[in-house]
């Protein structure tokens, strides 16, 4: 049963971003939330604070917005080239200040999740967000209806490049 790179191959191949969007995704939101909510912004700023990253309360804000924002773009497959650069800053960040002194293993505090973390976040920067994603749905709708006319912009060198910040 031979089909094209368009065929169930294509397609499968496109979906198989799909389960690693996921799982970024959710953890992102995951942590991102909990530092936005209740006594997160308290306790993660005082975390922060003895971290040396001051002023605490700001940082723990700003971190978990950007973890919410890469989460949320992550899972819908939208603007995940910037959300995995949140991905990599953030974890960085993790790396640097709390997770390395510990070592490799995560069992120990070490950076063995963060590093994963990086890992699919570099290869979401990469690849993209993949065929099952809401980028590809609006670029799809938007070239079928006409990119000049949906988006409202003069040449198709335009429509390019304004879906392209959907990347």
Do not use: C
Not at 79 to 88: K, S
Not at 117 to 139: C, D, F
Request: charged share 15%; hydrophobic share 50%.
């Amino acid at each position: 049963m031979a089909r094209t790179a368009r065929g169930w191959w294509g397609g499968a191949h496109g979906a198989a971003d799909l389960p690693v969007r996921l799982a970024l995704g959710g953890a992102m939101l995951y942590h991102g939330l909990s530092k936005l909510r209740g006594e997160g912004p308290r306790t993660t700023g005082e975390m922060f604070e003895g971290l040396g990253l001051r002023p605490g309360r700001f940082w723990a804000l700003a971190a978990g917005a950007a973890e919410s924002f890469a989460g949320a773009a992550a899972v819908l497959g939208i603007a995940t080239r910037p959300a995995a650069l949140a991905v990599l800053a953030t974890q960085a960040v993790a790396v640097m200040k709390v997770h390395a002194p510990k070592g490799y293993p995560v069992l120990q505090g070490g950076f063995e999740y963060n590093l994963a973390l990086m890992a699919i976040a570099l290869e979401l920067l990469v690849r993209g967000p993949g065929t099952v994603s809401a980028h590809h749905a609006v670029r799809r709708l938007a070239w079928r209806r006409g990119p000049r006319r949906w988006l409202g912009l003069g040449a198709p060198g335009r429509a390019e490049r304004a879906l392209a910040l959907l990347h």
